[in-house]
């Protein structure tokens, strides 16, 4: 009973008990790579700010956090339409590294 319970505990089937695979230095780079392709027209001080914390970024949660802060950049230099479909691309590329709740399309 006890071996029972604890594997329920290691796969993550208990609600909030679900933890995501650390990604490998290579998928962090794919997401980091495609983080930044969301703003590569975008120039400027806010542009460079972002890219540099896209690429200090060390975990796919951390990462996946700075999509509010490349749709406000995209948003202002574009649209929010155009915005909202590059992080909406975003989303496949993160699935299995963050939480399936996280991942939510914007629009």
């Known amino acids: 009973?006890?071996?029972?319970?604890?594997?329920?505990?290691?796969?993550?089937?208990?609600?909030?008990?679900?933890?995501?695979?650390?990604?490998?230095?290579?998928?962090?780079?794919?997401?980091?790579?495609?983080?930044k392709s969301c703003i590569e027209d975008c120039e400027g001080m806010q542009a460079l700010k972002l890219r540099h914390r896209i690429e200090k970024s060390r975990t796919a949660k951390e990462l996946?956090?700075?999509?509010?802060?490349?749709?406000?950049?995209?948003s202002h230099l574009h649209s929010q339409a155009e915005a909202a479909t590059r992080i909406n691309g975003l989303i496949e590329i993160f699935k299995g590294w963050v939480d399936p709740r996280q991942l939510t399309r914007i629009g």
Not at 11 to 35: N, S, W, Y
Not at 64 to 74: C, E, K
């Open 1 to 35: 009973m006890i071996q029972g319970i604890s594997r329920v505990l290691q796969t993550g089937l208990l609600p909030g008990t679900r933890h995501f695979r650390k990604p490998r230095p290579r998928d962090l780079i794919v997401m980091q790579e495609a983080m």
């Open 64 to 74: 996946w956090m700075l999509r509010n802060d490349a749709f406000q950049l995209v």
